[in-house]
């Protein structure tokens, strides 16, 4: 089973500043496969980056998608207040399972 | 637009059986696969099984192999999760997602608001 390690667990920032959120895979996973969601408290999760570097409809350009093989990133340029919330990346790689990363809770310094 | 609206959740005793119906609308549910992801409490997601449009296809997570059945209806656009054997550890919210492609990419686009399923005696 393909294994998604992100890291920080938590990260502690303030408004404006930038957050890095890493993703590294146990083995390489197709561009194409690599996904990143944003879930806010009692919500269902939010679609942001698919392909590793495409924004979905709506998404504000200062989500940057990046990466490639095992190491994935998800770059906020400049944090505003409605982006406090938990990040999951997730692959669909060819063969399910297709999981999840365990989180990245990005909260108010 | 699209919606996806999840029904069958409750408190349910171990080793009892519940059934999941997630109603889809807004878009032409034959054409997309569906997953069920799910989040117990105060935990991450966890991705449950998927279906492909046509229902040909259905792949599950270890934890729940041969416990829980994905399946659909076209013609009801409706999407289902049947559980058997609860166990505590699948108390969770369980989400229904659309499953899309755009180019070789895959995602999930939309997701339902999610229905509680609480496995306790």
């Known amino acids: 089973e393909l294994v998604l390690t992100q890291s920080p667990g938590t990260l502690s920032l303030s408004p404006g500043e930038r957050a890095t959120l890493s993703c590294r895979a146990s083995?390489?996973?197709?561009?194409?496969?690599l996904v990143w969601y944003q879930q806010k408290p009692g919500q269902p999760p939010r679609l942001l980056i698919y392909?590793?570097?495409n924004r979905a409809t709506g998404i504000p350009d200062r989500f940057i998608g990046g990466g490639s093989g095992t190491d994935f990133t998800l770059t906020i340029t400049r944090l505003e207040p409605e982006d406090f919330a938990v990040y999951y990346c997730q692959q669909h790689d060819n063969s399910p399972p297709w999981t999840f990363g365990q989180g990245t809770r990005v909260e108010v310094k | 637009q699209v919606q996806l609206l999840e029904s069958g959740g409750g408190v349910v005793q171990p080793e009892k059986s519940l059934r999941l119906s997630c109603a889809a609308s807004g878009f032409t549910f034959s054409y997309y696969g569906m997953h069920w992801v799910r989040q117990a409490p105060g935990k991450g997601l966890e991705w449950v099984a998927v279906?492909?449009?046509?229902?040909?296809?259905?792949y599950y997570a270890d934890s729940v192999k041969g416990r829980f059945t994905i399946s659909r209806d076209n013609s009801r656009d409706t999407l289902y999760l049947q559980m058997y054997s609860l166990r505590a550890e699948d108390t969770a919210v369980y989400y229904c997602a659309r499953f899309g492609c755009n180019g070789g990419a895959c995602y999930s686009d939309y997701w339902g608001r999610g229905t509680l399923v609480t496995v306790s005696s």
């Open positions: 392909g590793a570097s």
């Open positions: 083995q390489s996973v197709f561009i194409s496969h």
């Open positions: 279906i492909w449009s046509d229902g040909s296809i259905r």
